[in-house]
């Protein structure tokens, strides 16, 4: 199952909301990082570690490629997201290897049935990372910035069908500018005008399947990176699951 077939009906981002996607996450990308204390800003208050025996669902990457027209418009790319798709499953699937969790990774067919609670995912995901993660003039006054979020009964059903304790998601946007938005980078350029270029924005949570809790969020929004690239979507993951509870 590819990334566009997880990310259907409700969950579906509009080609118009997916190019403001990337241009929010070209402008996050390009703004200084806030700075993050591991145990405050990532973690949930009162959660620390995972527990050794603790049984973690890793879903499936929610992943899609974009490539900008000239006019900086978001075009989806089947070919590019395939194997982003590829790339970043094998690098889950080390990761979680060498984190030493007790993990599985659930199949595409079966992921195919919890597509809303991946497309909710996705949707809590962005409000916590603009919030929360780059918070400024966005943060919530209740949350006091902690990282206090709940998806609430929602996240039940993978319980019920999986065992887990905890899943396990991971969102990622990238976009690469095209020749035609390259050359129209530079010719605004020799006017005094800066165009954006393209972007990767990317969303990873630890959600307790018991409460809906989510006890562990980070984000990751740049100006680099290639997931069409082996090396770079190994990269990436390693970004994205930097600070992840240890497991004891």
Known sequence: ???????????????????????????????????????????????????KDARIVIMPVDVELFSLSAGGVAEPKADWTASAVQHMKAAMTSKAKSLGLSSSAMDEF???????????????????????SFAGPWALPTKDGRLDWSFGESMQPLQAKTGARYALFVWVRDSYA???????????????VGLAGGSQVGYASLVDL????????????????DLRETASAVESIEALMAGFPAVR
């Open 110 to 132: 079966t992921a195919d049935e919890f597509a809303e609670q991946v497309g909710l995912h996705a949707a809590v995901a962005r409000s916590i990372a603009l919030h929360h």
């Open 210 to 225: 018991e409460t809906g809790r989510v006890q562990w969020f980070n984000r990751l929004a740049r100006g680099t990176g």
């Open 1 to 51: 199952m590819s990334s566009y077939r997880l990310f259907s009906g409700i969950a579906r981002l509009p080609r118009a909301l997916a190019a403001l996607a990337c241009a929010v996450g070209f402008a996050l990308a390009t703004t200084p990082a806030l700075a993050q204390t591991p145990g405050s800003k990532n973690l949930a208050p009162g959660f620390t570690e995972i527990a």
């Open 178 to 192: 095209s020749a035609e938005r390259k050359a129209a980078m530079i010719a605004m350029a020799l006017l005094g």
